[in-house]
């Protein structure tokens, strides 16, 4: 089993950073894909970024220029940094990762329980 644990939301004013972890603990062998995802209320959940364990990225037009995702492949983490936050930026922020459990096996996709984030003045 693999376990995504987030850290770092919160409350912040609007241009305010945060910055958030999310580490992945269990039976890993490899992963491919770690990224972020946000769902606000009456929302559907988005992709905010994403990155491979080669380091491509991918981020969202409306993050673009503010969020950086990057990652610690020997310590299994991706973090978000958030700057120049909005109060549009607000809501329940969820790692994600495609993980391999063993060699030979395939991936498997994994969510962690969601950190939430609120811009507010």
């Known amino acids: 089993q693999v376990q995504l644990v987030e850290s770092g939301g919160g409350l912040v004013q609007p241009g305010g950073s945060l910055r958030l972890s999310c580490a992945a603990s269990?039976?890993?062998?490899?992963?491919?894909?770690m990224g972020w995802y946000r769902q606000a209320p009456g929302k559907e959940r988005e992709l905010v970024a994403a990155s491979t364990s080669g380091g491509t990225t991918n981020s969202a037009d409306s993050v673009k220029g503010r969020f950086t995702i990057s990652r610690d492949n020997a310590k299994n983490t991706v973090y978000l940094q958030m700057n120049s936050l909005k109060p549009e930026d607000t809501a329940v922020y969820y790692c994600?990762?495609?993980?391999?459990?063993?060699?030979?096996?395939?991936?498997?996709?994994?969510w962690g329980q969601g950190t939430q984030v609120t811009v507010s003045s």
């Open positions: 994600n990762a495609w993980v391999q459990p063993y060699s030979g096996i395939y991936y498997q996709q994994y």
């Open positions: 269990g039976t890993i062998f490899n992963i491919n894909v």
